[in-house]
């Protein structure tokens, strides 16, 4: 498991126990870092996940989570300057 999805179990049980009300195991820190990350992550993407992972478990956390990491990709380009873009402006005013 990847520390991405640790980190959606441990929010998504969080979440179900305060859902459920059972506060058993939870201390004040970790409620309020639930509700921090909540708000951070408040989106239908992550809705859907945790309705998901209520459903399938563990193996919904790694199929959408693989399926991400896959997809994903960044490049760097330096392109050469060209100020003919500003109409020939060579000092600010």
Same mark, same amino acid.
């Given at each position: 498991? +990847?520390?991405?999805? +640790?980190? $959606?179990?441990?929010?998504? &049980?969080?979440?179900?126990?305060?859902?459920?009300?059972?506060? *058993?195991? #939870?201390? %004040?820190?970790?409620? %309020?870092? !639930?509700?921090? &990350?909540? /708000?951070?992550? &408040?989106? %239908? +993407?992550? &809705?859907? $996940? !945790? #309705?998901?992972?209520? %459903?399938?478990?563990?193996? *919904? $956390? @790694?199929? *959408? @989570?693989?399926? @991400?990491?896959?997809?994903?990709?960044?490049? @760097?380009?330096? $392109?050469?300057?060209?100020?003919? #873009?500003?109409?020939?402006? /060579?000092?600010?005013?």
């Amino acid at each position: 498991m +990847t520390g991405e999805q +640790t980190r $959606l179990v441990q929010d998504f &049980e969080t979440r179900r126990k305060s859902e459920s009300r059972q506060f *058993a195991g #939870l201390d %004040a820190d970790r409620i %309020a870092q !639930y509700r921090n &990350e909540k /708000r951070e992550s &408040e989106n %239908a +993407t992550h &809705e859907a $996940l !945790y #309705l998901q992972w209520l %459903a399938d478990g563990q193996s *919904a $956390l @790694t199929t *959408a @989570t693989n399926v @991400t990491a896959q997809h994903a990709s960044f490049r @760097t380009v330096v $392109l050469p300057p060209d100020y003919n #873009l500003f109409g020939g402006v /060579r000092h600010a005013s």
